[in-house]
């Protein structure tokens, strides 16, 4: 597989600053398109919302609606966990750059010598883990909202969460909107 995503790359000296340049700007639009389908998911649910909400709504149109707004969530949850993947992605690219940025200083202390003689598993591991250290506060939050968008069963309606948390916000909404 190669580290940092790189097929050829297996060692840190088979990488360069202009290639890992190059796989951030790739990572950055990939990040462009994660975003822009998390607000489409968020536009798409609000107006499935907005619609089933009205007055003259009957029960079939907020059940659909429901499903649908579950579907939504769903595809909304797993673009946000993959652009969490490409924001960590971004990260290790960034720790890599550092890591070139300080060379002279880490062949001085005889640490780039251990690095660049790692197997790739192991660098890439060891990327990974100085990204995370980079970045611990955030991955922390990250980590915790992405179990808390975890769906469990909804025993006593056979139907997931998601949808049970659409209907409720129709039927919260319709009410709004009859006052």
Known sequence: MGILWFGRARTLEDLNVKDLGK????QEVEQDKMIS?????????DGYLDAA????????????SAYKMDR???????????LQQVITRIQVIDSTVDIFEQRKDLEKKG????????????LQEQLEVFAAERKE???????????????????RARRGTGYRRAKDAILTAKEIKRA
Request: hydrophobic share 40%.
């Open 53 to 64: 909400s009205e007055p003259y709504a009957g029960d079939a149109e907020i059940e659909v």
């Open 23 to 26: 796989e951030r700007i790739r």
């Open 72 to 82: 939504v969530m769903k595809r909304k949850a797993a673009a946000e966990n993959h």
């Open 111 to 122: 640490v780039w010598k251990v690095i660049a003689g790692m197997d790739e598993e192991r």
């Open 37 to 45: 389908r998390i607000r489409r998911a968020q536009d798409e649910y």
């Open 137 to 155: 506060a955030q991955f922390d939050v990250n980590k915790i909202a992405e179990l808390l968008h975890v769906d469990e069963l909804d025993v």
